[in-house]
């Protein structure tokens, strides 16, 4: 995970903004440059620069002679956490697509052998792709599917998500899934793909999805920009 700390100073306000902004209505009027460069002891640029990254953004309108107002209201999605990412944003009646399907045999990176029970250096068949809905970027998600037990796939077979695939194409059964969650700054390649600068927060959720026994059979890995807000709804039940 990158270092928070290592950020220009630029980010780390534009990051400390971006959450003041979400308790603020839409329209509503924002601080002044000379306000908050006061209040973070910073010069005016600097304060520019981190009121460039959330006009990019979207939640930032500035009105030359007037001032910055709050110009977005962040869309909120609900997902239950049963189904795939996919069919949760078909059920709720939003547009879906993947752009930049990409995949592709390489070798285990350590941390993700361990996570699937692989030897170091093991094949595995990696699965990056951007998730689009409602023409916005909303997810990069990034998989590694262990190729001894899922079998081989080509982006022909790509229908509609990786779980869908997996289950109903390659009729592999998963028996259980867990989730881990957390945050980080935005890399290039995941900056690129969710239209956000470099070093802007992205949420980050891991699934690990298992076969019998409890055996890890592939982990999807999905990047969540802070301009979408998400509430998930975590069940028990199986994947």
Do not use: W
Not at 183 to 205: I, K, M, Q, R
Not at 215 to 232: A, G, I, K, W, Y
């Amino acid at each position: 995970m990158n270092n928070m700390q290592d950020l220009p100073r630029y980010q780390r306000i534009a990051d400390e903004l971006r959450v003041r902004l979400q308790s603020l209505p839409l329209g509503a009027p924002f601080d002044t440059e000379i306000e908050l460069a006061e209040e973070f002891g910073v010069s005016r640029g600097t304060i520019r620069q981190a009121i460039d990254i959330l006009v990019r953004e979207g939640l930032l309108t500035r009105t030359k002679g007037r001032g910055s107002f709050r110009s977005q209201q962040l869309p909120t999605h609900s997902f239950a956490l049963v189904r795939s990412l996919t069919s949760a944003i078909r059920e709720i009646g939003s547009k879906s697509e993947v752009r930049d399907l990409s995949i592709t045999l390489v070798p285990a990176p350590p941390e993700i052998a361990d996570k699937l029970n692989v030897p170091h250096g093991a094949k595995v068949r990696r699965v990056s792709r951007i998730r689009i809905v409602n023409d916005i970027p909303f997810a990069y998600g990034v998989s590694y599917l262990r190729t001894d037990r899922v079998p081989k796939f080509f982006k022909r077979d790509f229908k509609s998500s990786l779980s869908d695939l997996v289950r109903n194409t390659l009729n592999v059964h998963i028996e259980d899934r867990h989730c881990e969650c957390f945050a980080s700054a935005a890399d290039p390649v995941t900056a690129e793909a969710l239209s956000v600068p470099v070093g802007a927060p992205v949420l980050n959720l891991v699934f690990i999805c298992c076969g019998y026994e409890k055996e890890p059979l592939l982990m999807d890995h999905f990047r969540f920009p802070s301009t979408q807000v998400l509430r998930f709804i975590m069940t028990n039940s199986t994947f």
